[in-house]
């Protein structure tokens, strides 16, 4: 069962810069599929061909910054097989060679290299198989929070723990326990409530655990991404106008102004000695 209900085609196009893919060796030891939890329960294509669409949308969208999360950890993927499809599909032009030692480049220097491609692996081996440095190290680099969580489970910011990662992931899904082509499978999609979970709950949990953590937040992962409303507290925690709004609708207006002309009727000159009746105050407001 997918975790989204459109391709990555669309997905690039509605905005999604974060793609978490699934890996483990494909039928034949040169391949490499996306399944998840195994193929058994779906199997979402090889990985070359979701390259390929990555590469290919990079090279029409040369502003844009994609990141790629390689999970492969239990299922086990060939380094070999995985290093090839990124050659075959040609995204290893855009890759991001390695953890940079100090602070991470730029967005803005990163499109001038063209290295707009970055990938993070949680696997050791693949990552020490990789001579070119595709592929950055998961564990010291990505504060990944607590999560997935199940239904009615309260959203929580843990670990407290922060060492010197420097990217911040926040699991904002929710998963279940259920059956798919007879095995019984945890931590499956939850297709319920999304209004509720994309929603404000999506915003609620974005802004208690950038309060309660140091480094701001880098990727929020979401299930269903297209249903609820995750793309407006998007924009809000990224300072950027809404849809068919822009930042010039907020500044000030300013009108040429002229002075109103009274015309004032002379009035008597009272002493100032001089306590007023009360015909007289009449009198005088009438002068006006």
Known sequence: MGTQYFGIQQQLNDG??????????????????????????????SLRDTLTIVKNWLDTNQRDVVTIFLE??????????????????????????????????????????????VVFSDDAGLVAANPKGYFIPHPNTVLRLDGPFTYGAEWTCGPWNRRYESILVI???????????????????????????????????????????????????????????????TLK????????DNVANFYPQFFDATVEVINCKPYSKIPDDHELTAKEIVDNMLNF
């Open 16 to 45: 999604i810069r974060g793609l978490h893919l699934n890996i483990t060796q494909g039928a034949t030891a040169s391949d490499v599929s996306l399944c998840y939890p195994d193929c058994n329960a779906y199997n979402g294509g």
């Open 171 to 233: 699991p904002h899904y929710i998963v279940q326990t259920a059956t798919y082509n007879g095995a019984t499978y945890n931590n499956m999609p939850y297709p319920f409530n999304l209004g509720t979970t994309n929603g404000y709950q999506f915003e609620f949990h974005a802004i208690t655990c950038r309060g309660g953590q140091s480094i701001w937040i880098n990727f929020m992962e979401v299930d269903y991404y297209s249903e609820g409303d995750v793309k407006t507290p």
């Open 237 to 244: 925690l990224n300072a950027l106008p809404y849809p068919n």
């Open 72 to 117: 492969s950890a239990l299922l086990k993927a060939s380094p070999a097989a995985v290093l090839k499809a990124f050659a075959d599909s040609g995204a290893d032009k855009y890759v991001l060679m390695g953890k940079p030692a100090a602070a991470w480049p730029s967005l803005e220097s990163m499109i001038g290299n063209h290295t707009t491609l």
